[in-house]
């Protein structure tokens, strides 16, 4: 049977992942015969439902990534199997169960429908040793690279804690190099790339500056770190970290996860770090000439206007100071805690404000 990547500019990143373990599989931009697999986040599900019910095609469905893991009964709707959370290990196995006929019962880590039209979780998979598996296929297709998975935080928004667990598993410093040679800009994916080679609570700079001082000597290469698409948490940024980055890396601009600048939401959300957090580590930044760009969401269930008044006089703040915002709306996502939440309305203040300083260019974003 063909085995076809459904890839498109939206799931690269998971794509480049998966593809060098299926070295015989192909990417498409269409559904075609054979066996099928997307990857595929809540943004995109409606998209890629229409397109499968649409196919016309021979083909057998697989579906993974974050929607499909957090919302399996739907995905089921539409796809014949679902891989669920880490597929490293599942997909290769999934596929060649498939392919061979034989029971897909004994494949951990699946969800699919039997005879009877009921769904059946198979067993869950442990979490896979990153070092197990390349970063991508560097002849087919790229991404940045994966430093670390996991978090030990339980934002009741966010899906990364619900898909790859509680506990943060770090690359090698000799898998990262190896993989970095394929670069001349090294840019890395990370819930939080201060945490890097600690629990991610209890911050561990020798082991990143270990790791940024074995790239810095591996040649001419610009090091961007802690930059989009990574993100640092505020109470991570310290001035001993920001001299790692000075020090070692190329970029002068750092992503911070702030969300909210009312104390009561960040509770509330269980976010883990205080609005204290966020002002300390914004002064850390301009204190090493670096500039925050901190990411803000709005319409968190019981938010008030009230609430964002305050998260407007944190975001005025730091555009005073030369920081700049990247501001949202919050979307449900299935398998956390809001995932059938109704999101709180913004106010026609923070629509305004956002706005106006839009236009001059301090904040972007959607946060309708």
């Given at each position: ?66 929607h499909p893991s957090g919302a399996t009964e739907q995905t089921l709707e539409y796809f014949d199997y679902v891989v669920l959370g880490e597929g ?31 769904i059946v979780h198979t067993d869950v998979r442990d979490p896979v040793d990153l070092n197990m598996y390349p970063c991508f296929d560097p002849d ?229």
């Amino acid at each position: 049977m063909d085995i076809c990547f459904r890839w498109n500019r939206k799931n690269t990143y998971s794509i480049a992942a998966l593809v060098p373990l299926i070295p015989e599989g192909r990417r498409v931009k269409q559904p075609c015969d054979g066996i099928m697999i997307y990857s595929f986040a809540t943004r995109q599900a409606e998209a890629v439902f229409r397109e499968v019910e649409n196919a016309g095609t021979d083909s057998v469905f697989i579906a993974g990534g974050p929607h499909p893991s957090g919302a399996t009964e739907q995905t089921l709707e539409y796809f014949d199997y679902v891989v669920l959370g880490e597929g490293e290990e599942t997909l290769p196995e999934l596929i060649a169960t498939v392919a061979s006929g034989k029971d897909v019962s004994g494949v951990n880590g699946i969800a699919y429908k039997d005879s009877r039209g009921n769904i059946v979780h198979t067993d869950v998979r442990d979490p896979v040793d990153l070092n197990m598996y390349p970063c991508f296929d560097p002849d087919i297709v790229m991404a940045p690279l994966e430093i670390s998975r996991g978090c030990p935080f339980r934002c009741k928004y966010c899906q990364t804690p619900r898909l790859f667990g509680n506990t943060m598993r770090h690359r090698s410093i000799d898998s990262i190099k190896r993989f970095s040679k394929y670069y001349k800009d090294i840019r890395f994916t990370s819930s939080n790339a201060l945490a890097y080679g600690s629990d991610g609570i209890h911050p561990r700079y020798d082991k990143v500056e270990k790791l940024l001082r074995e790239l810095y000597e591996c040649g001419d290469r610009n090091i961007f770190f802690g930059t989009f698409p990574s993100e640092v948490r505020p109470e991570f940024v310290s001035t001993e970290g920001l001299e790692l980055i000075t020090k070692y890396c190329s970029n002068d601009k750092l992503s911070l996860g702030a969300q909210s600048g009312s104390e009561r939401i960040l509770k509330e959300i269980h976010r883990g770090h205080t609005v204290d957090d966020i002002t300390n580590g914004i002064e850390v930044c301009f204190e090493h000439g670096i500039t925050p760009v901190v990411d803000f969401m709005v319409g968190f269930p019981g938010e008030t206007a009230h609430d964002q008044d305050m998260s407007l006089g944190l975001i005025k703040w730091i555009c005073k100071k030369g920081g700049h915002i990247h501001s949202h709306y919050m979307t449900p996502l299935p398998g956390t805690p809001y995932e059938n939440c109704i999101p709180s309305p913004v106010s026609d203040r923070y629509r305004r404000t956002m706005g106006k300083m839009a236009l001059r260019g301090k904040v972007t974003g959607c946060w309708e």
